[in-house]
């Protein structure tokens, strides 16, 4: 199997600044793209950002020209880099992760893998 771990949260004041990390570990083969999601006290979850391994980005229109998605291959470790926090981006965020790993039967087969979540509470 494989398995995400978020870390990074925490507690902030508006306008403050976050970066999270989700770190991909077990017998990966590719990473193909990882997003990381978001669910509001309340709430359902929502896809803030997402990354591919070519490095094409997505974002929610209510993180956009505020949160960064980006990637280190070579740790398969994904970022999220959180600018001009605002109290409603308060959640606990999780990472998502689709790509191929090898199974315990020794053979190759697709993955979708998420994290336990982290949270962030944004607040003065």
């Known amino acids: 199997q494989v398995q995400l771990v978020e870390s990074g949260g925490g507690l902030v004041q508006p306008g403050g600044s976050l970066r999270l990390s989700c770190a991909a570990s077990?017998?990966?083969?590719?990473?193909?793209?990882v997003q990381w999601y978001r669910q509001a006290p309340g709430k359902g979850r929502e896809m803030v950002a997402g990354?591919?391994?070519?490095?094409?980005?997505n974002y929610a229109d209510s993180v956009k020209d505020r949160f960064t998605v980006s990637g280190d291959s070579a740790k398969n470790t994904v970022y999220l880099q959180m600018n001009s926090l605002k109290p409603e981006d308060t959640g606990d965020y999780y990472c998502?992760?689709?790509?191929?790993?090898?199974?315990?039967?020794?053979?190759?087969?697709?993955?979708?893998?998420w994290g336990q979540g982290t949270q962030v509470t944004v607040s003065s």
């Open positions: 077990g017998k990966i083969f590719r990473m193909s793209d």
């Open positions: 998502n992760a689709h790509g191929m790993m090898m199974t315990d039967l020794g053979r190759w087969d697709d993955f979708d893998s």
């Open positions: 990354i591919t391994k070519g490095g094409s980005t």
